[in-house]
């Protein structure tokens, strides 16, 4: 950091804290300080963090090249009136010199700016660091204070670019995380995080303290009163001058403020408990939602923070797969029972639920909408149905993360409701066709915009008078046709999807469990509008696509013998078995049983050689989901297999077909890339004892795709070199503790991350 001398105009907390900061760090520069108070100035000299002070700007503004002004937001304009004075005077290189504040209000600074200026000066930064603490004054200096924390850059579109590139870094200099947003936009969400907070704090304790027994108040007081009201002892000059300041957006958040609360109180006068654990579980999640935030974990979590962390699994060669396990519950289940339990009249109990983050976006996406839910914990989850027309407008767009299950699905339900929706994801689910919903909803009378080529986010218009319709999915899809049946809930009259080839149909079979029905006449899934659901309890059974890398693990590791319990073993989803039977795998089932009108079994599978086989076309959808861990047992097969009519593969996460196909090279794995599928010439040979590797290792991207990285997660088994998969996080979108539960069967993955760009 070149500049030669940086002046802090007001020696208070911020001011004291950042020169600290930068002392501490070595700052090559002089660090001179202006304050109307000598004490100050004294002592800032007497700790050592400034090499010069005086009351004045006059005597300080030779050789500066850096302003930064911390002094009271209402004080501002003052100081800002005699800087663009002194300017004028020629006391400072103006071509060099970059001026910045740390106010917590923006608007307001802004507008002194241009009174002070006559503009805004390109090399005027404002900026609020996202740090405090309820002393004041330098002696409460603190050299860590912004470590870790954020600092927001309000930069204008004419601000130049060398003058924000050189605040960033004195920012970054003291450890903080610099951001940059609009002016509008820091204010409202400031006042909603930080003034509202503050202003609540002030007026209870001040309610408090004029009571008649305040004394016994105070005395008994608890550390959740202590840790609320610690705010309270702020400076209360500051805080006037913040709320003068942002007076719009403080109005604004507490009339927000004074809705909830009215509701709540209703809530409360009318012992309605239902909306009472409503309020109270959305407050609960929230707040585990911001320590996720300011931990840095993910989203079950915080999308923002996923994105920024890159997760790499690193695969030693060899290892063993024996032991007897319960792989997490069904994902496509674990959804639908929220969505199904949430329009249901009643409570619906689920055990067995998949705390992956898809199903968790879910389980937020209906809290947001005014659902009750307790959990999840250790896959319970109590749900308080609203019925079906009992859903309340969202406070914003629906996140639903990595899962084009859950916005597909939530396509149909949406289109039926009052009020408008948006529907978004992280970046990968943006890249995913939606017009195979879109365009027979819009058929059956919803209103929905997308972005160009039918790709998220969805814009879902409310109030549409919905009606059934008869319609042939072009390919078959289960998530197509489970939005439509879901959309037909709403629809007058009678819904029709007929598909192409069987697909899963988990929805079917949970709506005639919720008391909806459905009727089936050959390839065609019926259903009526106007019913309603009843409340029951649901057992999601382990998912069969998250066994499938383990079945394939042990069927392609000598010595396994490995058993999988309670697994959904619905006829719809069974592909992955036969496809594996059929190559030689010794699998077997024992223990079957229907639970919720689910079928499962324990499935037990030990080593034998496989061979390479033609795919049976009729069991691709039925194994849509589990073909990037059946391409690993293919690499190991003897001889060649050959997929056709996969194509679906192409639009998932990822296209699966290309990305299994470039990590399959990188291994040294020969295939050839079919447009509706690939050839794979396995690596085992006819008299393979077991005791050979079968490919090499190297570095592989996942593309994020959570079935991807898992699925040459395995490949290691066979492999002679490591394998580095890279972009892995998405993982817990399915499968929360796969690396622990792999180790403990027997393979050998660690764990690295790293922070993004």
Known sequence: MNEPRLLIVGLGLIGGSLAAALKETGFPGEIVACDRNPRELEQALS?????????????????TTLILLAVPVLSMQTVLVELARLLDKGLVDRERLVITDVGSTKASIRAATIEAFGKIPSNLVLGHPIAGSERSGVAAANPRLFDRHKVILTPEKDTAPDALAR?????????????????????????????????????????????????????????????????????????????????????????????????????????????????????????????????????????????????????????????????????????????????????????????????????????????????PSQGRVTIHGVGLHGLKPPPGPIYLGNSGTGMRLFAGLLSGQAFDSELTGDASLTKRPMNRVAEPLRQMGAQIDTAPEGRPPLKIRGGQALKGIDYEMPVASAQVKSCLLLAGLYAKGETRVREPAPTRDHTERMLSGFGYPVRREGDTAILSGGGTLQAGPIDVPADISSAAFFLVAAAITPGSDLILEHVGINPTRIGVLNILRAMGADLELSGQQEVGGEPVADIRIRYAPLRGIDIPVDQVPLAIDEFPALFIAAANACGTTRLRG?????????????????????????????????????????????????????????????RIAMAFSIAGLRAGEPILIENCANVATSFPGFVDLANQVGMLIETETREGS
């Open 47 to 63: 700790q050592g963090i400034i090499d010069a002070g005086d009351t004045s700007m006059v005597n300080l503004l030779p050789r």
């Open 167 to 375: 605040v960033r870094r004195l920012w970054q200099a003291c450890g903080a995380e610099v951001m940059e947003m609009t002016v509008e936009r820091h204010d409202q969400v400031l006042a909603r995080t930080s003034h509202l907070p503050h202003l609540l704090a002030f007026s209870l304790v001040d309610t408090l303290a004029r009571q008649h027994q305040r004394q016994d108040i105070f005395r008994y007081a608890a550390g959740g009163f202590r840790d609320f009201t610690r705010i309270a002892g702020s400076d209360p000059v500051m805080w006037r001058d913040i709320f003068l300041a942002n007076r719009d957006a403080v109005l604004d958040a507490l009339d927000d403020f004074q809705a909830g609360l009215a509701g709540l109180r209703k809530a409360v006068e009318q012992a309605d408990g239902d909306s009472m654990l409503a309020i109270f579980d959305r407050a609960s999640h929230a707040r585990r939602y911001f320590d996720t935030l300011l931990n840095q974990s993910s989203y079950q979590a915080g999308y923002q923070i996923m994105q920024q962390t890159i997760l790499s699994f690193r695969v030693s060669p060899g290892g063993s797969v024996s032991r007897r396990i319960r792989v997490p519950g069904d994902k496509s289940i674990s959804h639908r029972s929220i969505m199904l339990g949430a329009l249901a009249e009643g409570v619906t109990e689920v055990s067995g639920f998949l705390e992956g983050e898809d199903s968790l976006a879910t389980l937020q996406a209906f809290r947001d909408m005014g659902v009750a839910i307790e959990g």
């Open 646 to 706: 996969a194509e679906e593969l192409r639009v998932k996460e990822s296209d699966r077909i290309q990305a299994m196909a470039s990590g399959l090279d990188i291994l040294g794995v020969t295939n050839t890339v079919r447009e509706d599928g690939i050839d794979i010439e396995g690596r085992a040979e006819k008299d393979d004892d077991g005791s050979r590797v079968h490919y090499g290792g190297g570095r592989i991207d996942s593309l994020g795709d959570h």
